[in-house]
């Protein structure tokens, strides 16, 4: 379950990946977005899955550079995902920034700025071959891409009810 013990540059990287958009978003919040109606259980397994990632990706050697084989094919498509990610956010940021743009696909991926980290981190703990990594990502995703769904679907109602 667990690999070998030690600081992961890599994971770092990752989460330095994740977080600084992250942070300039909290000062750029699309108009009229709020967490009021959030799911009380996909909100346990959202901030689980993130104490839980974000603790595996840095204690875990396993996901630096090692020597090059196929299974580094993985990382590489970790990396792949992460740089749609951070070009999501390009994105998001460049446009109106209206909820309809924060909770758009990317490259045919729905709901990308929750789904592609969530499958980023998966393969980086298919690279390193932790299953504590890829069990933490499979619970972010429940609660992450779950909330997102719940907004999506609010936002498409609100977007398809005919005003009074």
Not at 18 to 34: H, M, Q, S
Not at 85 to 94: L, N, P, S, T, V
Not at 114 to 120: F, G, K, R, W
């Amino acid at each position: 379950m667990f690999g070998n013990w030690g600081f992961s540059y890599i994971g770092l990287l990752f989460l330095l990946m994740l977080f600084i958009p992250n942070i300039i978003w909290a000062k750029r919040k699309p108009e009229g977005y709020t967490a009021e109606k959030e799911s009380k259980v996909l909100l346990l397994f959202e901030r689980s899955g993130e104490v839980l990632t974000c603790c595996c990706s840095l204690v875990f050697s396993d996901f630096n550079i090692h020597q090059w084989t196929l299974w580094s094919l993985w990382l590489i498509a970790a990396f792949v995902f992460m740089i749609m990610y951070e070009a999501w956010w390009i994105r998001y940021f460049r446009s109106e920034r209206k909820l309809s743009d924060f909770y758009s696909s990317f490259l045919g991926i729905p709901l990308a700025g929750a789904t592609l980290p969530v499958i980023a981190f998966f393969m980086l703990g298919l690279y390193g071959k932790i299953i504590g990594m890829l069990i933490a990502a499979f619970i972010l995703g429940i609660g992450h891409i779950g909330i997102h769904i719940q907004h999506k679907k609010s936002l498409d109602y609100s977007q398809n009810t005919p005003s009074p």
